[in-house]
């Protein structure tokens, strides 16, 4: 029986092997190649530039840890804004929370919320939520414009092509300035086992442009060494504790608990941030 089989190239001697039952959409748009195909082991999938960016078995792990620590960490978050992820999944965990009042999905791309809204149904249908306004622009452009955001989530892809700006310091100082006095920015910052240098850069940038920067880890399987970081900006200190009236549902991997631990680091990350 002949099988087909994904492979991404995630670091020079590391190679991610999915087997695929079928391709439903392949396209080369104005800013990269777009894939999405059906995994037998993750089910659906979405690949950008050759790289994963969400399958269905796993991404509720990055969506509720991208979302739910910054909206919890601040203390009332309202306005609220999203670098990327035109597939959707992030606006709809940040819908979970009933203090906002307005989330702005920024995607450079048209194509990956158009494919997404048909081939990811279940990720992408919060776009048209009444709370939710997509814009079709750069990012980097979008922020410099606007003033007194809660909440900024960078939900990238890797550090490369369109997206290589957004992990710059100047990037994160736009973000401070566009945050209101109690603002906080939370961005993914790639795994500490195969590209730690992404993390340094990350850390160091932020650190130019927040008081207090943190980093926080999750377990998504289909990314990078499967450990995957998120660096957390903010203009305050973090509480030591979540309310528990602030606890939102329903979640599947996100829980007061998980949030506390997540920024537990092994040394060896304490290490990369010395």
């Known amino acids: 029986m002949l099988e087909v089989w994904f492979t991404e190239q995630q670091a020079a001697s590391v190679r991610l092997g999915l087997r695929v039952d079928a391709i439903l959409a392949k396209e080369k748009t104005p800013y990269q190649e777009l ?10 999938m979405l690949v ?13 792990v990055y969506h509720e840890m991208l979302t739910h620590v910054p909206l919890t960490i601040h203390p009332n978050p309202r306005q609220v804004a999203i670098i990327g992820g035109g597939d ?24 990956v919320v158009e494919i997404a809204r048909h081939y990811f149904p279940a990720l992408s249908e919060s776009l048209s939520h009444r709370k939710a306004h997509v814009h079709f622009t750069d990012g ?17 892809t890797d550090p490369v092509g369109p997206a290589v700006g957004l992990f710059q310091p100047e990037f994160y100082r736009s973000v401070a300035e566009a945050l209101g006095p109690e603002g906080v920015m939370v961005a993914q910052s790639e795994s500490p086992f195969l590209q730690p240098n992404v993390i340094q850069t990350v850390v160091r940038g932020m650190r130019t442009a927040f008081p207090v920067v943190r980093l926080y880890l999750a377990a998504v399987p289909t ?3 499967g450990l995957w970081s998120f ?3 903010a203009k305050h200190s973090l509480p030591g504790s979540i309310d528990a ?13 998980v949030h506390a631990a997540a920024f537990v680091l092994p040394r060896f990350v304490e290490d990369l941030l010395a």
């Open 88 to 111: 959707g999944g992030a606006v709809r965990e940040v819908l979970k929370h009933a203090s906002v009042d307005a989330v702005h999905l920024i995607e450079i791309d048209q194509r």
């Open 223 to 225: 990314y990078p060494s």
């Open 140 to 156: 980097i452009q979008w922020i410099r414009q606007v003033r007194n955001l809660d909440v900024v989530m960078v939900d990238s």
């Open 231 to 233: 660096t957390l900006g």
């Open 35 to 44: 894939v999405v195909a059906d995994t037998a082991a993750y089910g659906r």
């Open 245 to 257: 009236k602030r606890a939102v549902t329903p979640t599947r991997y996100w829980t007061p608990a």
């Open 48 to 60: 950008l530039d050759g790289a994963v960016q969400t399958t269905m078995t796993d991404e509720f």
